[in-house]
Nanobody, 124 residues
Framework: QVQLVDSGGGLVEAGDSLRLSCQAS????????MGWFRQRPGKERDFVAA????????NYADSVKGRFTISRDNARNTVYLQMNSLKPEDTAVYYC?????????????????WGQGTQVTVSS
């Protein structure tokens, strides 16, 4: 099993940047596909980005492509989400998630482990 702790959220202005971090416990972090999801106010939680176990493959939602970058440091048991050119519509609670599998996935049900979430608020 792995436990995940999200951090790095905050209140920023449109156009600013933030970097979210997700610290994982345990020795098997490198075996997990990692993803970021978000839940905007009044909306369902949806996919943002995912990264393969080695970090060589990534996938992004169309709404964040070119602005957000997911990365991981397996030596530090950490996955990151660099968010640039933030927009008010990026306001959400962001969750990291872990999947014990080979393929990266956009499907929430394929992720077994979740962080507690970190709030990102972007003002216009």
């Amino acid at each position: 099993q792995v436990q995940l702790v999200d951090s790095g959220g905050g209140l920023v202005e449109a156009g600013d940047s933030l970097r979210l971090s997700c610290q994982a416990s345990g020795r098997t972090f490198a075996l997990y596909v990692m993803g970021w999801f978000r839940q905007r106010p009044g909306k369902e939680r949806d996919f943002v980005a995912a990264i393969s176990r080695s970090g060589d493959t990534t996938n992004y939602a169309d709404s964040v492509k070119g602005r957000f970058t997911i990365s991981r440091d397996n030596a530090r048991n950490t996955v990151y989400l660099q968010m640039n050119s933030l927009k008010p519509e990026d306001t959400a609670v962001y969750y990291c998630a872990g999947r014990n599998g080979l393929a990266i996935s956009k499907a929430q049900y394929e992720y077994s482990y979740w962080g507690q979430g970190t709030q990102v608020t972007v003002s216009s």
